[in-house]
């Protein structure tokens, strides 16, 4: 039992990455940007950290279930973004 | 039941390869549930009556803490899965239990920290933005408390049992719902506390 076989590459790479990418996400303090230019960043960090979970760590494409599963995963993310979209769009955005 | 030996110990049976399906579509249903408390705090956030804002409220080093720490621990239940399909029952049970203190810990500092709140005024009936901020973020620590008695036990019976195919997909499922568990973090992390202190 090595170090190797213990942490592999592609685990270590995950790990990496998503903590460059919460560093990424949290310079949006640090640097004068405006709102929209921030939420910018924040919304591609934070599905590309989302997307690291699922394909490196959750093994999601692993199975014969593969399909059925990205597709659920698809259908649950559509949902919780009309959601979250539709909610601002008739609580906030259509009154301004 | 007709074991397949040429697949991981957790896909082993088709019964094996139903349940990590089945939580799969559970998770789904856990996106659409957080994807409810999201919009509800978006739609609120400016809503703090006589209330703090989250301005005021938000500190930076607990919140990194809890990130980091939980990024972490969501790296090390990796490890777990990598190390239970090696066979390294010892070294599963290591990872496991970091895991588990890391989890241990999240909680501990988001306890100090909703205690915090209340101190400062901020507690669940204060205004549209207390309420809808402690119920996304109380959800969460709720599902984290869970899924800490939820690992322990499946920690026990793989030291009772060793590897097998039930444990193994008992481990792999719990996994799947930690990593969940972090990315509704990551979210929070980014749009509730970074967006709320910008």
């Known amino acids: ?96 | 039941m007709k074991i397949d030996h040429s697949v991981p110990k957790e896909y082993a049976t088709e019964e094996n390869r139903l349940k990590i399906f089945g939580f799969w579509i559970f998770i789904g249903a856990e996106v659409a549930l957080f994807g409810t408390l999201f919009a509800t705090f978006f739609t609120l956030v400016d809503h703090t009556a006589t209330g703090p804002t989250g301005k005021e409220i938000f500190e930076l080093p607990p919140v990194l803490i809890e990130t980091f720490v939980l990024l972490t621990s969501s790296f090390t239940i990796g490890l777990t899965v990598h190390a239970m399909r090696m066979g390294y029952k010892k070294a599963m049970l290591t990872f496991f239990a970091i895991t588990a203190v890391l989890g241990a810990v999240f909680l501990s500092v988001e306890i100090y920290e909703f205690t915090t709140y209340v101190h400062e005024g901020a507690g669940l009936q204060t205004s549209a933005f207390t309420s809808s901020l402690l119920t996304l973020l109380g959800t969460h620590g709720a599902h984290v408390t869970l899924g800490l008695f939820w690992g322990i036990f499946i920690m026990i019976q793989v030291a009772k049992r060793g590897i097998n195919p039930e444990t193994a997909n008992k481990t792999f499922i719990f996994s799947l719902y930690w990593h969940f568990l972090d990315v509704i973090w990551i979210f929070i992390f980014s749009f509730v506390y970074l967006k709320g202190m910008m």
Do not use: C, N
Request: hydrophobic share 55%.
């Open chain 1, 1 to 96: 039992m090595s170090f190797k076989e213990l942490f592999p590459a592609k685990h270590l790479t995950g790990f990496i990455s998503s903590l460059l990418l919460t560093v990424v996400a949290l310079s949006v303090l640090f640097f004068d940007v405006s709102m929209k230019t921030g939420v910018v960043i924040l919304l591609i960090t934070a599905f590309m950290q989302a997307g690291i979970q699922l394909v490196m760590f959750m093994h999601a494409g692993e199975s014969e279930d593969r399909a059925s599963i990205y597709t659920h995963t698809y259908y649950a993310l559509f949902i919780a973004l009309v959601t979250v979209l539709g909610t601002l769009l008739t609580m906030i955005w259509g009154y301004k």
